[in-house]
């Protein structure tokens, strides 16, 4: 038995043996550092998932089953992009007047004819009603003659013409 042994156990064998192990170790090392990489970038305990890659394969494959969706880095683009569209939906609202849904680029309201926002008497851009000054040329607005600023921030209601006090106290 032994000598059977003794001729299957070749050199040949012995150096492809040798191989495997060292693959699988390599392999082994490998997925310790992708574990404790992907856990980092993910945004969690990475030294916790680092103890639990050191369990031979077993690990990692607790790793793939229980890791965090997202990446740390995709998540941050998401609430990012969450954001903008908030912001793009913030930019839609209603015309006082006659509630006609107008975007925040109107100057006058398509339905009433309500003027929803100034103009720049330089350049001839829409301003926000807060605005003090206009942003593309520079040009200092004021804002003296409006009564309503606190309306002004939501930035949809209607606002008076500049220059026209007449058509504000309607
Ligand atoms: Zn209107
Ligand atoms: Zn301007």
Known sequence: MSELLNQLWTPELQAALTVVVVLLVVLYLL??????????????????????????????????LLRPPLLQIDRDEQELEIALKQRQLMQYGECANCGYPVESDYVLCPS???????????????????????????????????GRRGTAAQGRQARPQQGAPAQRTR
């Open 31 to 64: 997925s310790i550092v992708w574990v404790v990489r992907d856990a980092y970038l993910r945004g969690s305990y990475w030294y916790v998932w680092a103890i639990v890659a050191l369990v031979p394969f077993v690990g990692v494959v607790a790793y793939c």
């Open 112 to 146: 009433c004819h309500q003027r929803l926002k100034n103009l720049c008497p330089v350049c001839n851009h829409a301003l926000e009603p807060a605005w003090t000054v206009c942003p593309y040329c520079a040009t200092p607005v004021s804002v003296a003659s409006r």
